[in-house]
């Protein structure tokens, strides 16, 4: 009943923030986070805050990778909770490919531009701590949010929910799809996400309940988030595996990709595909029964609530620690808290879609 609880103040919270932004005219943008845009805060008496260079604050933003609607809604949330609080110039940021490699050029480029937070979420957990050390020892504040990067790398994580829930549930709903027998994949994105790796370590850990002791997770398959390799690692799936019952797949990206597969070939009833989908991109597959229900959070309240921890850090309210809180606008007022790595600081609850609510949420995000 808790549980219902919040996950009903969850989905009020995203309608009154859809019914916000409706109410202000703003369509979700179409490329929000392409490569490098930049937006000034609007101007009022109430001036951004001025770093030690006498320059207004400035918000870095750099997401996974370009082409993915997900991150294009964390980048409006990012984006709008700066502009709202008029604390400063957004840059948002976003590599064409999902690498560790792309992120340090343009984490060096923010640092040449003595920029004053960098938000990030992490294509590899490790790779880029030197660069991010560098940023810190420049004075720069960074965070990282929906994929985490380690400890020594970051000030603090904004993570979208409990991994080890997200990570249960999904094998929950698979079992019970497939009546607690037969072969499953996963679908994952790169094989360097932090964010995806310790989901998938979780599913393992539920899989280990002798409940499941009819369930072969034979393989897992990682599309990249890129639409073409998430549907040949798809079809690849199927043909190895001709009896697979079925597919999680931890992505919005491999979700879409695999549930048009599933359409296309006619696989409805067959092999059961669930995970963590876009209701504006999965609309289509949960009517036709492809992907009976799935899961997600709001992922433009991901970056919203990273702007308002940039921001906490930037002011200094918070400094990362355990214990320390702030106010994160319409959120209401969060704690940092302790993770697996270093610190975090939690949006909610993974979110259930199916058949029945479906409708509403496709057009928010
Ligand atoms: C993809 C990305 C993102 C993840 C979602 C669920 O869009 O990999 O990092 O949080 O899926």
């Given at each position: 009943m808790k549980k219902f609880k919040k996950l009903l103040a969850l989905s009020i919270g995203t309608v009154l923030l859809a019914s916000s932004l409706a109410g202000c005219g703003s369509k979700p943008a179409e490329q929000p986070a392409a490569t490098d845009t930049k937006t000034e805060a609007p101007a009022d008496d109430k001036a951004p805050a001025d770093t030690a260079s006498g320059d207004a604050k400035k918000f870095v933003l750099i997401v996974k990778s370009t082409g993915n609607p997900y991150n294009e809604k964390e980048a409006e949330g990012f984006k709008a909770a700066i502009e709202e609080a008029g604390a400063g110039e957004v840059i948002l940021k976003a590599p064409a490919e999902p690498?560790?490699?792309?992120q340090i050029q343009m984490i060096e480029e923010a640092i040449a531009q003595k920029v004053t937070v960098i938000a990030l979420a992490g294509n590899d957990p490790d790779a880029l701590q030197p660069v991010l050390t560098k940023a810190m020892k420049a004075g720069i504040k960074v965070l990282s949010l929906d994929s985490s990067v380690n400890a020594a790398s970051r000030m603090v994580h904004v993570?979208?929910?409990?991994?080890?829930?997200?990570?249960?549930?999904?094998?929950?709903?698979?079992?019970?799809?497939?009546?607690?027998?037969?072969q499953i994949a996963v679908l994952s994105a790169t094989s360097q996400a932090a964010n995806q790796n310790l989901w998938i370590?979780?599913?393992?850990?539920?899989?280990?309940?002798?409940?499941?002791?009819?369930i072969e997770l034979v393989k897992v398959a990682y599309g990249d988030d890129l639409r073409d390799k998430s549907t040949s690692?798809?079809?690849?799936?199927?043909?190895?595996?001709?009896?697979?019952?079925?597919?999680?797949?931890?992505?919005?990206?491999?979700?879409?990709?695999?549930?048009?597969?599933l359409t296309d070939k006619g696989l409805s009833g067959k092999?059961?595909?669930?995970?963590?989908?876009?209701?504006?991109?999965?609309?289509?597959?949960?009517?036709?029964?492809?992907?009976?229900?799935?899961?997600?959070?709001?992922?433009i309240d991901v970056g919203y609530l990273g702007a308002y921890s940039a921001m906490a850090l930037a002011d200094g309210t918070i400094t990362g620690k355990e214990g320390d809180k702030f106010t994160a606008g319409r959120l209401g007022e969060k704690t940092v808290i302790t993770a697996g790595d270093g610190t975090e600081i939690m949006l909610g609850d993974p979110f259930k879609f199916e058949p029945a609510n479906?409708?509403?949420?496709?057009?928010?995000?």
């Open positions: 690498t560790a490699e792309a993570n979208q929910a409990d991994p080890e829930r997200i990570g249960r549930v999904q094998v929950q709903a698979m079992a019970e799809m497939i009546g607690g027998k037969g370590e979780w599913m393992k850990k539920e899989l280990e309940d002798p409940k499941y002791k009819d690692e798809t079809e690849a799936l199927l043909k190895a595996y001709p009896d697979l019952k079925g597919i999680i797949s931890p992505t919005t990206v491999g979700m879409a990709a695999a549930g048009k597969v092999v059961k595909l669930t995970g963590l989908g876009l209701p504006s991109e999965m609309a289509e597959y949960i009517t036709n029964g492809v992907c009976p229900w799935m899961y997600l959070w709001n992922p479906i409708e509403e949420w496709k057009s928010v995000y």
